[in-house]
DNA sequence: GAAATCCACAACCATATGGTTGTGATGATT
DNA sequence: AATCATCACAACCATATGGTTGTGGATTTC
């Protein structure tokens, strides 16, 4: 899905990612989140514009400001996606324990 | 965290998703993996090659093929990140729904 | 009205990405 | 020994990305 795709490839920098923490903390404007970092501000206007594409932030001008909002919804589509492979990383650890309860039965006075 | 950027990035593409999605049902050459997709050999193996760097594939030559098993571990911390953020597209839900009961009492006995 | 603030458009640059083709190494098959 | 199958390295191409600077349009503010 593209959605996914944009909602990835928006959380795969960290600038953004820090951004939408920021955001979590209640609306800001560019200048606001430009701020906490050493980078300019169309930098930062070029981030929340790929945020904002992937429906991660919702950006409104008011009069002179452009006021950000975190919009979370998104994620639980891609939250979603990674939970049909949550069982692969216990299932992990099942085999693992598997492999090792095999290896304590093999050893109980017999040889592999 | 550069482990989330690698990650967040390995899943932004809809190739890469459903190598990790085909890795499901089990281990894969890259020839296995190249069938379902219209594109070359080597894409696949790029592909495979970003996954691996990402943690999310383990590749392991066997004489001449190339053994290709789903790691899904990363996706736990990816996943843990997102949950962070969880509160805030249900916080939504609770602004939206308190915005509506604001709405009903104004108009308790007034049309709009 | 003039000045300052906030923002985004445009042009540019370096690098990364996703794809191709060509090719050669290495392992299996006959 | 010869051939086939599998894979990855290299070079290349087009486009995307993340950053910069320059600039100008709005909107406050004085």
Redesign the pocket.
Known sequence: MIQLDATF?AL??P??RAILARLTEGPA????L?KPF??????I??????LDRAGLVR?R???????CELDAAPLESAADWIAHYKSFWAAKLDRLETYLNTQAENQDGEAS
Chains 1, 2 share one sequence.
Request: hydrophobic share 35%; aromatic share 0%.
């Open positions: 490839a795969a920098d600038t953004r404007s560019i200048a606001e430009t050493d980078v300019s501000q169309q930098a206007s070029k981030h929340v514009a790929v950006k001008r008011e009069g002179r400001i452009s006021r």
